[in-house]
């Protein structure tokens, strides 16, 4: 086990895109906590917004109870992250009961809780983390929608009609009676850079114009701002949300 610890550096940046009126994203980036939450909001009336923000708020007040000792404990990080996931569930199952017009509210999530040397993350949905080493880019998370279920069962061609049919329908939200999350351990490497977004950037550009961008860039808060420019240009059909974390 190394006993160095990374220094962080992060950015993130929220925007309603071109087409919706309201942001129903939320977002969480502290480099004092050491974690990033990405949220991406879905529900009729206020309700993705709401959902959001519930799960941003309870997931990151989670993971700041842990003790300095304990976030070297990688049992303690994974453990804490799976309980303020499904705590979050439930704080939105239960407002959802409270509220007649929040009924079918819910929210995707991808967080990412930086260790001294690797990165526990956690993913709900179709929001993404990705990380960047080396002029590659990888997608650390697995969509939970449909289509890519399909895909990855060998069902369904991601080119064709029917997955642009399908293209809406996620599998796994915060929000459901049930919820299964996927935790990952990442070794976290001097230079690596972890990117969590919505779909709204990813359906907007492809994996080579957001590794270009984010590697042209001059600083994290740039990159930020271009690819949410780029988003925008692109179409902007939903709210965008990126957040952006460097290891040094």
Same mark, same amino acid.
Request: charged share 30%; hydrophobic share 40%.
């Given at each position: 086990m190394s006993a160095m610890t990374l220094q962080l550096t992060m950015a993130a940046?929220?925007?309603?895109?071109?087409?919706?009126?309201?942001?129903? &994203?939320?977002?969480?980036? &502290?480099?004092? &906590?050491?974690? !990033?939450?990405?949220?991406?909001?879905?529900?009729g009336h206020a309700g993705g917004h709401i959902a959001s923000e519930l799960a941003v708020q309870y997931i990151s007040s989670a993971l700041?109870?842990?003790? $300095?000792?304990?976030?070297? %404990?990688?049992?303690?990080?994974i453990e804490a992250m799976k309980l303020a996931t499904f705590g979050a569930n439930d704080t939105i199952l239960v407002r959802a009961l409270e509220d007649v017009e929040l009924a079918d509210m819910g929210t995707t999530l991808v967080a990412c809780a930086f260790m001294h040397d690797r990165v526990i993350t956690a993913n709900v949905?179709?929001?993404?983390?990705?990380?960047?080493?080396?002029?590659?880019?990888? /997608?650390?998370?697995s969509d939970h929608s449909l289509v890519?279920?399909?895909?990855?069962? +060998?069902?369904?061609? $991601?080119?064709? &009609? @029917?997955?642009?049919?399908? !293209?809406?329908?996620?599998?796994? !939200?915060?929000?459901?009676? /049930?919820?299964?999350?996927?935790?990952?351990? @990442?070794?976290?490497? $001097? +230079?690596?850079?972890?990117l969590l977004c919505s779909d709204g950037l990813c359906d907007m550009l492809t994996d080579e114009e957001i590794l270009r961008t984010v590697v042209r860039?001059?600083?994290? %808060?740039?990159?930020?701002? !271009?690819?949410?420019? /780029?988003?925008?240009?692109? +179409? +902007?059909?939903?709210n965008i949300t990126v957040a952006l974390i460097r290891a040094d």
């Open positions: 940046l929220t925007n309603k895109g071109r087409v919706r009126n309201n942001n129903e &994203d939320s977002m969480y980036a &502290d480099v004092a &906590d050491r974690v !990033a939450i990405v949220c991406d909001g879905m529900g700041r109870q842990l003790k $300095p000792q304990e976030w070297l %404990d990688e049992e303690k990080v949905g179709d929001s993404r983390i990705y990380r960047i080493v080396d002029d590659t880019l990888e /997608q650390i998370s890519a279920e399909r895909v990855r069962a +060998g069902l369904l061609d $991601p080119e064709s &009609d @029917e997955a642009a049919m399908l !293209a809406n329908i996620i599998t796994r !939200a915060l929000g459901m009676e /049930q919820i299964t999350v996927d935790i990952t351990v @990442e070794e976290l490497q $001097p +230079g690596d850079i972890y860039a001059r600083s994290l %808060d740039n990159a930020c701002l !271009a690819l949410v420019d /780029q988003a925008n240009r692109n +179409g +902007g059909i939903d």
